[in-house]
Every structure is written in C-alpha cells, then in structure tokens.
Nanobody, 126 residues
Framework: QVQLVESGGGSVQAGGSLRLSCVASGYTYSLYCMGWFRQAPGKEREGVAYIASDGRIRYADSVKGRFTISKDNAKNTLYLQMNSLKPEDTAMYYC????????????????????WGQGTQVTVSS
C-alpha cells in the first residue's frame, strides 16, 4: 500500500524559510514521478514543483528562484526547500506521486497523480 507522509510545515514571517519533507513507503520510489501541490482556502489545488522519475524538474512560475524540489531515493524522501516565503504562499501543501509506467510520460497534470499525502500547513505572515 502506497503511503505518503508530509512534515515540516509551520508558521513563519515573510522572507523566512521552511523545508517540507515527504516520506514514501509501499512502492519502488525511484520509479515514480513526484510533485508538491498546494491549496489555499477557496482556491483550487495547484502544482508547485515537480520531479520526474529520471530527475527532471519543473517549477510553477510563482515559486521559481525561491523553491527547490529534491529527492533522496535511498531514503524514499521528497523535499521542498522554500525560501523568501511570501504571504501568498500560505496554503496546505501536499506531496503526490504516480507510477511513471502507468502513464508512459512525465505529466504535470494534477489528475495524473493518484497517490497523495495528508498535507502539511504552511502559514506566512506579513
């Protein structure tokens, strides 16, 4: 059974930093495409950063230059380093995954990600 567990959220002031972690279990981690998504109250869930099974990376324009996604296959852990945080980054952050071979290509579409964690709250005050 695939499980994703996020941690590392919290409350920070604008300009601060947080590092989110997502520990995965129940599958061969290196075969999966992973992503970080976020959802603010009253808004749709949006993709923030993505990493393909082969290591390719993509960011949403809103976080480029501030956020860094990485993964440690040996530890089955996905990370999101968030620097220069802004109040508009306030949201529940989720990690998500899908098996690359199920889709056959690297997708950034939220609907392709069929495994989700429970989320970790990030609150940035001005």
């Amino acid at each position: 059974q695939v499980q994703l567990v996020e941690s590392g959220g919290g409350s920070v002031q604008a300009g601060g930093s947080l590092r989110l972690s997502c520990v995965a279990s129940g599958y061969t981690y290196s075969l999966y495409c992973m992503g970080w998504f976020r959802q603010a109250p009253g808004k749709e869930r949006e993709g923030v950063a993505y990493i393909a099974s082969d290591g390719r990376i993509r960011y949403a324009d809103s976080v480029k230059g501030r956020f860094t996604i990485s993964k440690d296959n040996a530890k089955n852990t996905l990370y999101l380093q968030m620097n220069s945080l802004k109040p508009e980054d306030t949201a529940m952050y989720y990690c998500a995954a899908y098996l690359m071979s199920r889709v056959g290509y690297w997708s950034l579409a939220r609907t392709e990600y069929n495994y989700w964690g429970q989320g970790t709250q990030v609150t940035v005050s001005s």
